[in-house]
């Protein structure tokens, strides 16, 4: 009786064991593929990016705008802001950063487009509305034909227009940004001044292209072009609530601001 019953808890170790890994395996598979082109999607509907996206390759906020060697000379401006930063995570983190999404100011635009948390594009008669589920965010982009005004009051999202070319790529002007945030998590900075556009290309059901220009004369010497990223639906994705609560005793926040801090769920 004990032999049997020491063969039935093997047998059901076994099972357990061989499912785990057979998960393991699965989703490893899957997030290989995340980023390939995928034969079987619908085509994309013409003039529509209504849905939830998520940004392929997001990796927990650290990624910058563009890589150092894309990042164009800066101005004497710039390079003086620069230097002043000091990151609290990524390539040049270090303890005690400046960054000023540790106290809870609002990340702004563009460098929201890196986190790797999904928006929702809304599709209306006159305008596309763009929500971030990053500290519950929101944007207009118009499309009722109007210009960007020629001085607009600085805001941390800017002030956005927007007109189809062809049937499958929405291109976003916008300005009248405030110089307060970080062109991502390394402490680039720009200014008042800093113009951006975007294209975002439906290039089937499933996927969008995006492309950035970023043009500051005040900051760098010539435009900024990001790399090509690419975003994908989540069909039956909902956008949850995730506004930036800051608190002294958040022990997240004391790691990011000092790395030597113990971890008390370790």
Same mark, same amino acid.
């Given at each position: ?9 093997r047998y ?12 393991i395996?699965?989703h490893a ?8 082109p995928?034969a079987?999607?619908? =085509? ?7 849905g939830?996206?998520?940004l392929?390759?997001g ?5 910058p $705008?563009?890589?150092?060697e894309?990042?164009?000379?800066? #101005?004497?401006?710039?390079?003086? @802001?620069? !230097?002043?930063?000091?990151?609290? +995570?990524?390539? @040049?983190?270090a303890?005690?950063?400046n960054? =000023?999404?540790?106290?809870? &100011?609002?990340i702004?635009?563009?460098r $929201?487009?890196l986190?790797?948390t ?6 209306m /008669? ?8 990053r ?8 499309t &009722?034909?109007?210009?960007? /005004?020629?001085?607009?009051? /600085?805001s941390?999202?800017?002030y ?6 062809? !049937? !499958? *790529?929405?291109?976003?002007?916008s300005?009248?940004?405030? !110089?307060? #945030?970080w062109?991502?998590?390394t402490? +680039?900075?720009?200014?008042e001044?800093m @113009?951006?556009?975007?294209?975002y ?5 499933? #996927?969008l292209?995006?492309?950035?220009t $970023?043009?500051? =004369?005040?900051a760098? *010497?010539k =435009?900024?072009? #990001?790399?090509? @990223? ?7 994705g909902?956008?949850s ?10 022990e997240?926040?004391?790691? $990011?601001?000092? /790395?030597? *801090?113990?971890?008390p769920a370790?």
């Amino acid at each position: 009786m004990r032999n049997r019953s020491h063969r039935l808890v093997r047998y059901l170790l076994a099972s357990l064991a061989a499912v785990f890994l057979f998960s393991i395996a699965a989703h490893a598979q899957s997030g290989s593929q995340q980023g390939a082109p995928n034969a079987q999607a619908a =085509p994309a509907s013409k003039r529509d990016l209504s849905g939830v996206w998520q940004l392929v390759g997001g990796d927990g906020g650290a990624q910058p $705008i563009a890589p150092d060697e894309a990042m164009l000379p800066m #101005t004497p401006w710039a390079k003086a @802001r620069f !230097d002043a930063q000091k990151p609290g +995570y990524g390539v @040049r983190g270090a303890a005690g950063g400046n960054d =000023p999404i540790l106290q809870c &100011d609002p990340i702004g635009f563009p460098r $929201i487009m890196l986190m790797p948390t999904p928006n929702e594009l809304v599709q209306m /008669p006159n305008r596309v509305l763009q929500f971030w589920e990053r500290e519950h965010e929101w944007r207009a982009i118009w499309t &009722d034909g109007r210009t960007l /005004p020629k001085d607009p009051d /600085p805001s941390w999202y800017g002030y956005a227009i927007g007109h189809w070319e062809a !049937d !499958d *790529t929405f291109v976003v002007e916008s300005t009248g940004f405030n !110089d307060k #945030t970080w062109l991502g998590p390394t402490g +680039y900075p720009h200014s008042e001044e800093m @113009r951006i556009v975007e294209r975002y290309r439906r290039v089937d059901h499933d #996927t969008l292209s995006y492309d950035m220009t $970023i043009t500051d =004369p005040v900051a760098y *010497t010539k =435009p900024v072009v #990001t790399p090509h @990223r690419v975003m994908k639906l989540r069909p039956a994705g909902e956008l949850s609530e995730q506004p930036c609560v800051w608190s002294q005793e958040n022990e997240f926040a004391k790691r $990011i601001r000092n /790395p030597a *801090t113990p971890n008390p769920a370790k």
